[in-house]
C-alpha cells in the first residue's frame, strides 16, 4: 500500500499516527498492544462490519454494494484520512473473503495478518 501513496505522500506522514502509538508502548505493555492488535480489533471488527453491517446491507443493496459500502465505513472509522484509501481497499478484500466463504473467519485471519505486518514494520 505505501507504493501507491509514495508518489503523493512522505512515508513518515502516512505512518505517523501508528508510530505514535507504537513508540509510545515499551516492555510487557508491547504483548498487550499486540494482542488488542493482533486478536482483539480484529475480531471485533470483522463480527461488527462484516458480520452485521455487510450482512445487513446485502438484504438491501445486494453483496457489491453492500461489500465497498461496508469496506467505506471501514476505513471512515479509524479517522485517518490519509490512510483511508488502504484501509477501503483491505476492507474491500475482507469483504469479498467473507462473501465467498461465507464465514468470517477468513476476514478475521486477513486482519491478523494485516494488523501483524503493520506492527512488525514499525518494531523493525
Sequence with gaps: VNLAYSPFV????????????????HGSKIVLLVLLTCVAAPIAEEVFYRGLVMRSLQRRLGPLLAAVATALLFA????QALQFAGLAAFGRVAGVLAQR???LGTAICAHVGFNAVALWVLYH
Aim: aromatic fraction near 4%; charged fraction near 40%; avoid cysteine.
Design 101 to 103: 466463504t461465507g464465514r
Design 76 to 79: 471512515a472509522s479509524h479517522y
Design 10 to 25: 512522505d512515508e513518515r506522514e502516512l505512518e505517523a499516527p501508528a508510530r505514535e502509538l507504537a513508540d509510545g508502548v
